[in-house]
């Protein structure tokens, strides 16, 4: 069920008056507003001053003609508690809290802001710790200190827990226009989930750009986001905390492989938001997405007047994963007729220098490349730099760019291989004009490939789950097992023997076997020397059950698949902000070092294993590799369907589940679970 959020922010976010108390943070909360047009009421607030920047100061909170839209409280972090609660006596719709020395201090800090949430009651409180906001649609400005934007008509939406980072990114020279700058700070009573909805609500913001540190609370996040799918209002999201930390669980191999970085991956990815790793690639899949919002995939065309910069495309898009598709016939001879004879048409496409300068012939080349049906169509284009001569032959190659963009209906991207090589009055226009300024290649490229997969968006969503806060219990894997073949997880012929004749009659009865300690304590047989492979006559029963019973409670014989194709790892893991999560990769021994994983939020479903699977780097294995048999792929899927089967019965008590190897035979002869581990939690109560 959509929980309904409690805050409305539309008078913090578009405020018609602000009221900015303290004393040189305030005079500069003023003149941002002044400088940004500001049309609506601003009221100092001063017990001390009579005026500030030339308005009439008000002596008190409660002299206010009125509960202003919002305040910016530019005081210390005791006083701010004070103010916020005078606030919301007042009935403001909100607050800006600049003061630092909150949760991010320690325990003093933490108990402080527990008063601030307290004086708060409900009423929606930005921060503290952080700068505030900027609204460059109204010039609305909560902010103290300097900025690089301006006035827009339309635009998107940065959200980030930095105020710093957020300054930096108003100085952006590349097009972008911004409508809303959010710095959020520590987030004690608003949290991103809500400012994701609220932004959703504006017809003006057209794409929502979020730089996160931690999510927090995913299944509000998770709402939000819906909340914003159905407003059309593409998400690109920026994430810090990707290096691999030590995971909580460690008695697993899935709870090493599955890091909360590559589960975030996940989760962004089903909620259909896109994911880069880089301020720049952040900006250029804003700047796309405000102009074109999603791409229908990330099929491009690229043109430049010069082979060394079409083999560096080429390059780029094989590493960075953007489609080159080849021109159709068609396309070809459309191209032919409008270009010289030596000129070779494919793609990446090098048109040459016959024809600069000249507007006509070049729009009929672009109209003809644009003919096709990639999703993008980029030139390479650089200008030179100020002062160094007439740039009119440039102009002129994006106007005919601009032609055959308005002829054919296609998406148009200038793509200069340097930042500096493309001004930003230059950007700005082309922005105007509909044409795309992308800067650097393999910027752009992550942009186009960012787009492409925001409009690949899930029928399905996640619906994160909390985990009981019971004690945990690890099963052995005997019992581990029984539970998933009781779920429809197929696993060897097996006997659990309390003694050594008990061994010896169950192997004689299975051929081949394994053998192996039974113990909740045993997580890694292999590496304890509790598991003994190829066990045949009953002298190695017998002295594989001496040494086996002083590790374990009891020992397992199991039938030996025998002609596997290939061990997998399946598992499902808890993270504590994500909920659980299903593994996929190659296993065995080998699992940890060969890292060879995907990541699904669960449920998943069958075309989302089948494609996890594809890329897989082992998937060729799998179909058959050098004359070898190919796998029962059709029961490697259905294993994996019950696993996740167990996973979504127990979706609360369960901590960790893991099946490795899952022994995969040719076609036909079917996948088993060699070895399998769980951990539950059990109810205190």
């Known amino acids: ?40 009421e601003i009221w100092p607030v001063h017990p001390d001053k009579t005026e500030m920047q030339g308005l009439p100061c008000f002596p008190s909170i409660d002299a206010l003609p009125s509960g202003p839209d919002v305040a910016f409280i530019g005081v210390n972090r005791n006083l701010t508690i004070d103010v916020v609660a005078a606030l919301r006596a007042r009935d403001a719709g909100g607050a800006v809290c600049f003061a630092s020395g909150f949760a991010e201090a320690g325990a003093e800090g933490a108990e402080l802001q527990d008063r601030l949430s307290e004086a708060a009651d409900g009423m929606p409180i930005i921060g503290p710790n952080c700068y505030g906001l900027i609204n460059y649609l109204d010039g609305a400005l909560l902010w103290p200190d300097v900025h ?116 975030a991956d996940a989760f962004f990815h089903r ?36 082979g060394g910069e079409a083999s560096i495309m080429a390059d780029s898009a094989e590493r960075l994963g953007v489609t080159l598709p080849a021109f159709s016939d068609t396309q070809v001879s459309a191209i032919r007729a409008t270009v010289r004879p030596l000129v070779t048409v494919s793609n990446p496409f090098d048109y040459h220098t016959f024809d600069w300068g000249d507007r006509v012939r070049l729009a009929e080349t672009f109209a003809a490349v644009m003919s096709g049906s990639q999703a993008v169509t980029a030139l390479v284009l650089d200008f030179p730099n100020a002062g160094l001569g007439d740039t ?37 226009a082309m922005m105007k004009r509909g044409i795309l300024p992308l800067l650097g290649i393999e910027e752009a490229l992550l942009a186009i490939k960012a787009a492409a997969s925001v409009g690949q968006v899930n029928e399905w969503d996640v619906q994160p789950v909390p985990g009981i806060q019971g ?56 590496e304890a020397g509790a598991v003994m492979l190829s066990v045949r006559d009953e002298d190695a029963v017998r002295s594989a059950y001496a040494r086996l019973r002083q590790l374990g409670e009891s020992v397992l014989v199991e039938r030996m698949i025998e002609m596997p194709v290939a061990e997998l790892i399946v598992g499902l893991r808890r993270d504590p902000v994500f909920g659980l999560h299903l593994l996929i990769g190659a296993g065995g021994v080998m699992a940890e070092m060969l890292k060879d994983t995907a990541i699904l939020m669960l449920p998943a479903q069958r075309s989302e294993v089948e494609a996890a699977l594809c890329g897989l780097k082992i998937y060729p294995l799998l179909q ?20 996740q089967a167990f996973g979504l019965a127990n979706v609360a008590e369960l901590e960790e589940l893991e099946v490795n190897p899952l022994i995969v035979c040719a076609a036909g002869q079917g996948a088993f679970a060699a070895d399998a581990l769980i951990r539950m939690r059990e109810d205190e109560e």
């Open 148 to 263: 690089g934007g301006e006035r827009v008509e339309r635009g998107v939406a940065i959200v980030t827990q930095s105020s710093n980072l957020a300054i930096n990114l108003t100085m952006q020279q590349r097009g972008l226009p911004i409508a809303y700058m959010l710095t959020l700070g520590n987030q004690a009573v608003i949290g991103m989930s809500d400012v994701i909805r609220t932004l959703a609500e504006d017809e003006r913001v057209m794409a929502i750009g979020l730089h996160i540190e931690g999510v927090g609370d995913a299944a509000s996040f998770a709402e939000a986001v819906r909340v914003a799918r159905a407003a059309g209002k593409p998400i690109v999201v920026m994430k810090s905390g990707s290096s691999v930390r030590a995971a909580e669980l460690t008695l697993s191999h899935t709870a090493s492989l599955a890091g909360e970085d590559t589960v």
């Open 471 to 526: 004690s945990l219990k690890s099963w052995d894997e005997a019992r581990s097992k029984f539970a998933l073949a009781q779920q429809g997880v197929p696993v060897p012929e097996t006997r659990l023997c309390n003694s050594v004749d008990a061994a010896v009659a169950a192997a004689a009865g299975l051929g081949t076997v394994a053998m192996k300690a039974v113990n909740s304590g045993l997580a890694h047989k292999t």
């Open 271 to 306: 909620l259909g938001l896109a994911r880069v790793n880089s301020i720049t690639a952040f900006l250029e899949s804003l700047k796309l997405l405000h102009l074109w919002g999603p791409l229908p995939s990330k099929d491009l065309v690229s043109m430049s007047c010069s």
């Open 392 to 428: 009119g032959s440039w102009d002129i190659t994006v106007d005919a760019l601009a032609d055959a963009a308005e002829k054919t209906g296609g998406r148009a991207a200038v793509i200069a291989t340097l930042p500096e090589c493309l001004p930003d009055d230059r950007a700005s």
């Open 624 to 643: 058959g590799w050098r004359g070898h048999p190919a796998a029962d792929l059709t029961a490697v899927i259905e294993s994996i369907e019950a696993i």
């Open 1 to 40: 069920m959509t929980r309904v959020t409690q805050h409305d922010l539309s008078r913090v976010l578009r405020p018609k008056s602000i009221a900015v108390l303290g004393s040189g943070w305030a005079h500069a909360v003023i003149k941002q507003c002044r400088r940004m047009g500001f049309a609506g």
